[in-house]
């Protein structure tokens, strides 16, 4: 592994959690034969001892030179540097084609979110037109906490700072060119065309005022960083630039340091991915993927490792409908009787009709048996005057 820094630790923490579970999988123990800093180890005994190189550290140089001499050598390359990748991808996807090796890259772009993947195997098959996506987690996080509390650009960055979401240099998250290299690897993978990052034309969020935001939720709009990649006529145009986005679009919704990418054709029209575009223990799950995937032929059945128990009885927030007598005292029992089998409310909303009541709740997680035994002790209750309907709700809020 060439660098120990946020990724490569984690990822020296995950390949020995993971190990018995690929080694069924694979037939093959990994064990992480190296590591190389700008303190300790020496790349070229590294090589000597390893079928398989991650590359951890970033920047062009020495990162180029060594992912070339991997290759060179008959290594498959992991990496996650979508600045070499941006620049240099086509000579290092060239000599990999020419060593039959691999080179994966899935931590790249979006990092634990499988686009890479999707768009060159699951979509091999389909014409790409346009792939619009929010591949900075640092300028999403900030756009969102300007839209929500109405900071200004440096507060919501200072606040991204101390969150971790923002490095102490955020220059190249900022001004979009991080966007961009991302964006050049996205656009070479959808139109099967070498892209260059100097090709890619980008705006950052720098000047973007607290007022552009509060306007823009008058009128129902999402102010987001888009990268865009689309299809022009015979060419083609990538670039990255603040934009408002309508709340049908898949992307209005992915707030905070959340990635989303979604790719059209007119073949499936339309799929989105989303989830966390960067961090340690993510980046490095996707590039343990990418290790696995190089270990192994193509999957042509799905690998079992263990048979796990299925498990009936789960946590599930639910919404409850009740119609009941409209006297005092009842809304008290029902609560009770909830609170007797470990069911406790969250919201409440009570409407008069006539002689009788509506009583719709949503309540707190609880198992669903409890909740099943709440709702047979509520349907005994002389007060109620109709069974009790119930829907699950979920509860999780993302971002
Ligand atoms: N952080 C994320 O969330 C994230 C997400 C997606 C992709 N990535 C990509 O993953 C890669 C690693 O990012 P990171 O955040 O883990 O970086 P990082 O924390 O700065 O760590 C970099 C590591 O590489 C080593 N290194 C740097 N220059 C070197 C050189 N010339 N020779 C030998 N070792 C060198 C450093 O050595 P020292 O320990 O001696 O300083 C350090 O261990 C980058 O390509 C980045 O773009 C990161």
Do not use: C
């Not at 062009?60 to 996650?80: K, L």
């Not at 054709?265 to 989105?272: R, V």
């Not at 696995?292 to 919404?319: G, H, K, N």
């Not at 709740?361 to 048996?369: A, C, I, R, T």
């Amino acid at each position: 592994m060439l660098g120990h820094g946020t990724v490569g630790s984690a990822f020296a923490r995950l390949l020995p959690a993971h190990a018995d579970r690929i080694e069924v999988i694979t037939g093959i123990r990994p064990e992480l034969a190296g590591v190389v800093t700008t303190s300790r180890g020496s790349f070229e005994e590294l090589l000597a001892g390893s079928d398989l190189i991650v590359e951890l550290m970033g920047g062009i140089d020495p990162a180029r030179g060594y992912v070339m001499r991997a290759i060179e050598s008959g290594r498959h390359v992991v990496t996650a540097n979508k600045q070499l990748l941006s620049r240099y991808g086509e000579e290092l996807w060239s000599a990999a084609r020419e060593h039959g090796v691999q080179l994966r890259f899935e931590g790249a772009v979006a990092g634990v979110v499988p686009v890479i993947r999707v768009i060159q195997e699951s979509l091999a098959g389909a014409r790409i037109d346009r792939v619009h996506g929010i591949v900075n987690g640092t300028t999403n996080f900030i756009l969102t906490e300007m839209a929500r509390t109405g900071m200004k650009f440096e507060e919501a960055l200072t606040e991204a700072q101390r969150l971790g979401y923002a490095e102490a240099d955020p220059s190249e998250d900022v001004d979009g060119r991080d966007a961009a290299a991302k964006m050049a690897i996205l656009a070479r993978l959808a139109f099967d065309t070498p892209v260059h990052l100097d090709e890619v034309r980008y705006e950052g969020i720098e000047h973007i005022q607290p007022d552009d935001l509060e306007y823009a939720h008058d009128l129902g709009l999402e102010l987001k960083l888009i990268g865009t990649a689309e299809r022009i006529g015979e060419g083609l145009s990538v670039r990255v630039h603040p934009a408002f986005l309508y709340p049908g679009h898949p992307l209005a919704p992915v707030a905070g340091p959340f990635n989303a990418i979604t790719v059209e054709s007119e073949e499936f029209t339309e799929i989105t991915m989303s989830g966390p575009g960067a961090g340690g223990p993510q980046t490095a799950s996707a590039v343990l993927g990418d290790v696995i995937s190089a270990m192994i032929p193509p999957a042509s059945t799905p690998p079992t490792s263990q048979r796990l128990p299925i498990v009936e009885d789960v946590v599930s927030a639910f919404y409850l409908h009740l119609e009941v007598a409209d006297e005092p005292g009842v809304l008290a029992a029902v609560a009770r009787v909830l609170a007797e089998d470990g069911v406790s409310v969250k919201s409440v909303v009570q409407k008069g009709l006539g002689d009788q009541a509506r009583l719709v709740m949503v309540l707190h997680p609880v198992l669903e048996s409890q909740f099943a035994a709440a709702v047979r002790a509520l349907a005994g209750l002389d007060v109620l005057r109709a069974p009790p309907r119930a829907i699950r709700v979920l509860e999780e809020e993302f971002g």
